[in-house]
């Protein structure tokens, strides 16, 4: 079984720019998350998606990030514009969503190193 | 703020000793709560759940502890390998499937 792809592996950007990140989740999988993942700390969840849906995104700066999931598949986060304090691993991670099952499954990560 | 967190940032444990790692959670509400384990440079990687209904789960070397009484969690790691070194987070889980991370704790793993 194919895991939770993600693109880029890093990113390198000044401050101020712009920046996306694509997540491809394995096949069949309802639910999606995104999480920022700071040097040290737990994952933060961003954003949690149903199919194409928002479940929650009350931990995402709206007014710099934006996270779509338009077909229920693929999802893009971006980031405009970035901060210093952005920099961080963002870690995409999908679900079956079922009662039965609880297991969440990880991409590697894109990090982000904002300078 | 977060609702789980851990007790302490890094273990040391002898190989082939037990590792006992803990989880302090606040959310009474949780329907399950999960371990994961992170090693360097990769994503989270699920190792065992438990439903908010037990007391107690074992998997293949792993055993999670819950006790609702005092909002505590642990994981128990038999027989502990090099293989075992990473940062393990405990997390919650509701009827939503959000999925909260605490803040992690380092298993070292003493040759």
């Known amino acids: 079984e194919a895991g939770v792809a993600q693109s880029p592996r890093y990113k390198i950007i000044e401050k101020r720019q712009s920046v996306a990140f694509w997540c491809n989740p394995i096949?069949?999988?309802?639910?999606l998350y995104w999480y920022q993942q700071i040097l040290g700390q737990g994952p933060k969840l961003l954003i949690q998606f149903q199919n194409n849906g928002v479940v929650d995104d009350s931990q995402l700066p709206k007014d710099r990030f934006s996270a779509e999931r338009l077909k229920g598949v693929d999802s893009t986060l971006k980031i405009q514009p970035a901060k210093l304090e952005d920099s961080a691993v963002y870690l995409c991670?999908?679900?079956?969503?079922?009662?039965?099952?609880?297991?969440?499954?990880f991409g590697q990560g894109t990090r982000l190193t904002v300078v | 703020g977060e609702s789980v967190g851990l007790h302490l940032p890094t273990l040391s444990v002898q190989e082939g000793d037990n590792s006992i790692i803990n989880c302090a959670y606040s959310n009474s509400a949780s329907d399950y709560f999960i371990w994961y384990k992170q090693e360097s440079g990769k994503g989270p990687q699920f190792i065992i759940d438990?439903?908010?209904?037990?007391d107690k789960r074992q998997g293949q070397r792993v055993t999670v502890l819950l006790n609702k009484t005092v909002k505590h969690l642990s994981l128990q790691i038999a027989a502990t390998q090099p293989g075992d070194s990473a940062v393990y987070f405990c997390?919650?889980?509701?009827?939503?499937?959000?999925?909260?991370f605490g803040k992690g704790t380092r298993l070292h793993i003493l040759p």
């Open positions: 438990i439903r908010s209904n037990m």
């Open positions: 997390a919650e889980g509701g009827w939503d499937d959000k999925i909260i």
């Open positions: 096949s069949g999988h309802a639910t």
């Open positions: 991670a999908s679900s079956f969503q079922s009662r039965a099952n609880t297991e969440a499954f």
